[in-house]
């Protein structure tokens, strides 16, 4: 299963790691998460989250809170397990036959693995938008009005339209496709088609957007517009982003998390990370020495 | 030494040549040799059905008498009970096998989906006149005992759907040949489902979940019109299979050649009054119109392919045009 990768549990312990420098080991190797993991008033709240697929770890021990109106990126090398922590948090390892997650995940104070709580509700709450991007094989409308549609968020066919055009409007897409809207979402470009998934999750008028990599299918011009678009919705979701990119990272977010073999390593404000590193792996993650 | 070296390459190119021109009149010569196969075939139906075509005429297709003592033949007993019978098994069949092919890809743990995924392409192995003794000995008593005085009971009285359900228990008949050919078309339209669901990206499936939409939903919204071709040819594949069965529909079906508005009567298909009756056929005209049960056989299912292509057509013109 392809998503059993992209979720990131290819942990090869030797290749990236056998070329990280022996500093590693200093302050204990991979210990405690260095840095600030607790924010005022979180969205999300996350303790002690372990993911193993089978006999593999994923993740062991993440300890991480999500601030609201903030962008938290997540950072690190192939494999280190930021995708599988993203996963985690709309519950879409789930869909990954094997996959076990322990610890405590709250969403405004509510363990999100509650048997009384909906995982569909949850996903309605939790958007995502993915790496490639994947329009369904229906009209532009189609695409926007599924979510809107499966949760009866739409009265009338007006409102519906109402709420088409405003997530269309919102992801800077609604000037490109406005005469179009009947036409297949598989037709547009690259950027717009990942433009149309970010409308198709902001139709549900979601809490958090969670983004994996959403730029690495992407041009750089694509990818400049998908960040202005993350600088403007940031004032009205927490978004959670999966980047490849420090230089995205960087651009994007507030909060930086840097995840090595399945440990959050260290976690802090953005400017500070990048320019005063606490934790020597981190160090020679941004300095580009591996990575 | 030049000269040596390109007379060399001269003879392997031109033996390369050879085995090009070769290569490809051999893939010529298989290709028309199924043209000239059919051709044969449908001449050689032909040639046998027209004694009995000529004599009977349209009447052959519209009238139901089946007397080789008086030599009066028509086929529509035979063509009416092929068609019910295929129906019938595929009303049951396709919802099933929906089920099963759902299952499999979208819920099973993972430890169930070998073994179950195993069996349904055993069932599939199973020989054809198994599941007619089968039928015969087992699945054709229970019927008789148990279900059919059921549903004479529960459903025979019913305005609409009564009469399908009306008349004596008999075991063997037109309910029974369906639920057989259902067992046996099962398996090709499960394991085709599938394998088309299987085709569906993961990317799309978890768009649908990442949207919030339940399994159902996913499945119903994003795997089968991504799938609906693969769908479409799965049923077509186990009608095709359904229509043609002969053996097993033999054991079970009374073979008898008259139009019962009752399910639960015993009738014939095209291929069990052919495999039944041809060791007896005696005198040409009675042969003859095996023969031309045969035919018709063919153009019933020479015309379902035809439709299910034309659907596909649709279908995918629709998906380039609309969607």
Known sequence: ?291 | MDQLSLAVESSHARRQRLGERLFASATLIAAVLVLALLGGVTIALVNGAWPALARFQLGFVTRSIWNPVTEQFGALAAVYGTIITSLIAMLIAVPVSFGVAVFLTELSPRWLKRPVGVAIELLAAVPSIIFGIWGLFVLAPILQETVEPWLIGLLGPLPAIGPLFRGPPYGIGVLTAALVLAIMVLPFISSVMRDVFETVPDVLKESGYGLGATTWEVVWQVVVPHSRVGIVGGIMLGLGRALGETMAVTFVIGNAHRISSSLLAPGTTISASIANEFTEAVGSLYTSSLIALGVLLFLITFSVIAVARFMLLRLERRALSSV
């Open chain 1, 1 to 291: 299963m392809s998503s059993v990768e992209q979720g990131g549990i290819n942990l090869k312990p030797s290749g990236r790691v056998a070329a990280a420098p022996s500093t590693a080991l200093e302050e204990g190797g991979i210990g405690q998460t260095v840095g600030q993991t607790t924010v005022q008033d979180p969205i999300f709240s996350c303790r002690k989250v372990h993911v193993s697929y089978g006999n593999k770890h994923g993740i062991r021990d993440v300890s991480l809170d999500i601030g609201k109106r903030q962008v938290l990126a997540m950072i690190g090398p192939s494999g280190c397990g930021k995708s599988t922590f993203l996963r985690c948090l709309n519950r879409m390892n789930d869909t990954i036959p094997g996959a076990r997650v322990t610890g405590e995940i709250l969403l405004e104070g509510r363990d999100i693995h509650d048997r009384q709580l909906d995982v569909v509700q949850l996903r309605a709450r939790v958007g995502m938008v993915f790496q490639k991007p994947n329009p369904f094989p229906k009209s532009i409308y189609e695409n926007v009005a599924y979510g809107p549609r499966l949760h009866g968020l739409a009265r009338s066919r007006a409102q519906l339209d109402d709420i088409v055009c405003s997530s269309l409007q919102r992801a800077g897409l609604w000037d490109e496709v406005k005469d179009r809207l009947a036409q297949a979402g598989t037709g547009l470009s690259g950027g717009q088609q990942q433009r149309l998934c970010i409308a198709r999750t902001i139709a549900v008028q979601p809490e958090v957007i969670l983004m994996d990599e959403p730029c690495s299918a992407l041009d750089p011009v694509a990818t400049a517009r998908i960040e202005d678009l993350i600088d403007e919705l940031q004032e009205s979701y927490a978004i959670v982003i999966v980047t490849h990119s420090m230089q995205q990272a960087a651009r994007v977010s507030q909060r930086t998390a840097y995840f090595h073999l399945g440990a959050l390593v260290e976690v802090g404000e953005t400017d500070r990370i990048f320019t005063n590193p606490r934790h020597k792996l981190t160090e020679d993650y941004i300095t580009g020495r591996f990575g």
